[in-house]
């Protein structure tokens, strides 16, 4: 994947516009905001700003929408007040927001919205995206099954809807990459063919996909030129007829089925419905508007990348007209102009018989793009701009003056530079889909606990991408799950400083603060989550695991509790509230823990704490049941294995027990709880030797824990080392001097094994 898109970030940037603006419009937030923040970190321009603001605002961010434009004024534009307005008026600023508006108003650069471009919206979205939406209700719903097969349909229509993968990844049945992200072959330039004569154009049926313009489109239809995933059913009546040199342009491939702005589409029933078009400058729906004064003049001065400000919804990627043959026999086709349009009204089928013979070349065509762009949408001159700019480029077969191809001799610098935008349009696309695809496999790789995996594919994005937020929180949570708390620190502070207002992960991040026993850090973290949003999880979650790490256990709870009642649906909140419930009533425990599954069956934590709880009942089979339920869903978590261990032991089965300890102790070196477990099993299997090495490796990473120094006391005096064992008796007396009573109990009877089975049975 190249690392700087130059010559297609034009084309690159049409496309993430279209993209979000599809996702907000069907009501897709979280794709919408994904998409967003993926062309935000490639595109620091004012549009991408717009547009990633707008994005978080109606996900429900404006504290993070509004930090976006939190810039210098003389940096600010029109477009960064109204969204600044916009978000202190969800905020309740109210004079902030009329401020706001009127400093917008008295802007040099003020456009109306009567200037501004104009993007047709769907009255009601498509299948891809309603399938979608169904499946996150069935997942909140607790309706795995449902979730999952609504998410696959999904999928099935349209593999760039990010929420339905995640949908997929969060209840487990997660598909393989290669089936929804196949992989592609590099996009290649056409070239002029190698032989002089004419080709004859032969017509090839292309399958009417979900991607495929129907045939309202005047015949403008188009066949990719790569198979599309999770194509569903055979080919319909609504085949397009297409030559294969349409292999030049790149697929069309949208988050909605494309139909031209300002034609009516046939709907059930025979009936029409047309398109409504909202100007982007609105503030219930678009964008704001940009920095640089739009009007409805012609400006043929304007530079070529502004193409991505005047994009619509269902127009979201313009292509370049096919290159056509030499100019010198324009006239001589000229004067075959009306047979040849009732012929290509006959190929048609049905289309629009407007054809664009009014037009000079299509040359000329190109060169005045932003005056047929200026028009509005709903003006009489829509042939114009669609014949110009159609979603699709028009077909040979349905154009009069495409008889054949250009020849080498005809080859002209025009035929070169249409070929160099398709292939930029091509490169544009291939950057899209790659990023898309390693993006899923890192979070497909974190679903399934893969840490070093997910480690390893967000490392191969691209830069810019390596140092956003959704990046960065998802280093956090590896290292999270792969117990290592320091990298995970510094990976959820960077992504604090970037973006200071962040709700989401922050209750994985609050727990690790617990871990680290960062009292400060998790106060502070905890005051500002709940002055973003005091209704939030996540601020709860906070505040109880700052209260659990003060010791104070009936606070957390309440605490713990309210964040379920925030959102029902937060396995964490009940989790963490069996957790707090575990030393004074086993029974309340158990009852959290299995909340929390019928919130989320993979929810590992739960049945961790489920096994935990019926270890200390004693009932070690179902202790051991719940313990390698959690194993399967987080097989590279060496505590989880050696909680499973630990029922094995207590079941007599030492050997076995002993083999998931090395194994534990082999995924993380450095933890030291299963590093003492598995000293106390060779300790009970007298190999005193195995024990000395693993307490004397904690004893100088953990010099300070009392326990360690108890079971390596133990453990000389079994060996015959009194002189050392009182040495370390005193030292551990230093630490601890409330040991007393553990003191006079180890020197009381050298058989004694038992240990300190609390940790155990933590």
């Avoid at 049945?607 to 009932?619: A, D, E, F, P, V």
């Avoid at 000389?716 to 409330?738: E, F, H, T």
Wanted: aromatic share 8%; charged share 25%.
């Amino acid at each position: 994947m190249a690392e700087n898109a130059l010559s297609f970030q034009p084309y690159l940037s049409q496309r993430f516009q279209a993209l979000v603006w599809s996702c907000l419009d069907s009501d897709l937030t979280k794709t919408a905001v994904f998409y967003a923040e993926r062309y935000f970190a490639m595109d620091q321009s004012h549009d991408a700003r717009h547009l990633y603001g707008t994005a978080l605002l109606r996900q429900g961010q404006p504290h993070s929408a509004l930090s976006l434009v939190k810039i210098p004024r003389e940096q600010q534009c029109v477009g960064c007040l109204e969204l600044k307005a916009r978000c202190c008026t969800v905020l309740g600023r109210h004079r902030q927001a009329k401020e706001a508006l009127e400093e917008s108003m008295r802007d040099v650069n003020f456009a109306s919205s009567a200037s501004a471009p104009s993007r047709p919206a769907r009255p009601f979205p498509g299948e891809a995206a309603l399938r979608c939406r169904s499946g996150n209700m069935s997942l909140k719903g607790n309706l795995p099954e449902d979730a999952s097969a609504s998410f696959r349909q999904a999928l099935a229509l349209n593999p760039l809807i990010w929420e339905a993968f995640e949908g997929l990844c969060a209840i487990g049945s997660v598909p393989e990459i290669d089936e929804i992200f196949p992989p592609r072959p590099l996009p290649t330039k056409w070239t002029p063919p190698e032989d002089s004569q004419p080709k004859p154009i032969v017509p090839v049926a292309s399958g009417a996909g979900f991607f495929t313009p129907d045939t309202g489109n005047a015949g403008n239809l188009f066949r990719p030129t790569h198979p599309l995933p999770f194509r569903m059913g055979p080919p319909g009546p609504s085949d397009s007829v297409a030559p294969s040199d349409l292999s030049l342009y790149p697929p069309d491939i949208t988050f909605q089925q494309v139909h031209p702005p300002g034609r009516s589409q046939p709907i059930a029933g025979g009936s029409t419905q047309q398109h409504t078009s909202r100007p982007l400058s609105s503030a219930d729906e678009a964008g704001p508007v940009a920095k640089k004064l739009r009007s409805a003049a012609p400006q043929p001065e304007m530079a070529r990348s502004s193409k991505s400000l005047k994009l619509t919804v269902d127009e979201p990627m313009k292509k370049p007209p096919l290159p056509r043959a030499a100019t010198s026999a324009a006239a001589t086709r000229a004067t075959k102009s009306t047979s040849a349009t009732r012929r290509s009204t006959r190929l048609n089928s049905g289309a629009s018989t407007k054809q664009t013979t009014k037009h000079a070349s299509t040359r000329d065509r190109r060169r005045q793009p932003q005056h047929l762009r200026s028009r509005s949408m709903e003006s009489d001159m829509d042939e114009d701009f669609l014949g110009a700019y159609s979603p699709s480029p028009p077909s040979i077969a349905h154009s009069p003056r495409s008889e054949t191809s250009p020849s080498p001799s005809n080859w002209t610098s025009a035929h070169e530079q249409a070929a160099q935008e398709a292939y930029e349009w091509e490169l544009a696309e291939q950057y899209l889909y790659d990023l898309v695809r390693h993006f899923a496999s890192a979070t497909r790789a974190l679903s399934l606990y893969d840490c070093s995996k997910c480690l390893a594919e967000l490392e191969k994005l691209p830069y810019v991408h390596q140092s956003t937020p959704w990046v960065l929180a998802m280093i956090g949570r590896a290292h999270y799950e792969k117990l290592e708390y320091a990298n995970a620190e510094r990976a959820f502070k960077t992504l604090r400083s970037l973006q200071p207002y962040r709700l989401l992960d922050m209750e994985v991040y609050s727990t690790l603060l617990w871990h680290l026993q960062r009292h400060v850090d998790l106060s502070f973290l905890a005051q500002e989550l709940l002055s973003i949003d005091p209704k939030s999880s996540q601020a709860w979650i906070a505040v109880g695991n700052l209260f659990s790490l003060s010791k104070e256990r009936a606070q957390a709870l309440t605490c713990f509790r309210r964040a379920a009642q925030m959102d029902p649906c937060c396995a964490y909140a009940y989790t963490l509230s069996g957790h707090e419930s575990i030393d004074e009533d086993l029974d309340k425990a158990i009852n959290f823990f299995q909340s929390a599954l019928r919130a989320d069956p993979r929810h590992y934590n739960a049945w961790y704490g489920l096994g935990t709880c019926y270890l200390r009942m004693s009932k070690v089979r179902l202790a051991e049941y719940h313990y390698r339920k959690s194993v399967e869903i987080h097989p590279n978590n060496a505590v989880l294995l050696g909680c499973v261990g630990m029922a094995i032991e207590r079941r007599g089965d030492r050997d076995a027990a002993l083999a998931l300890f090395d194994r534990a102790v082999a995924l993380s070196p450095e933890n030291a709880l299963v590093r003492y477990r598995r000293a106390k099993i060779h300790i009970s299997m007298k190999k005193y030797g195995d024990a000395v090495a693993d307490l004397e490796n904690l004893r100088n990473t953990s010099p300070e824990e009392s326990n360690v120094v108890f079971q390596l006391a133990k453990v000389y005096r079994l060996l015959g080392n009194d002189v050392k064992s009182a040495q370390l008796l005193a030292i551990a007396r230093d630490i601890s001097p409330k040991s007393v009573s553990k003191i006079k109990k180890l020197l009381d009877t050298v058989k004694d094994e038992a240990g300190d089975d609390r940790m155990d049975e933590g």
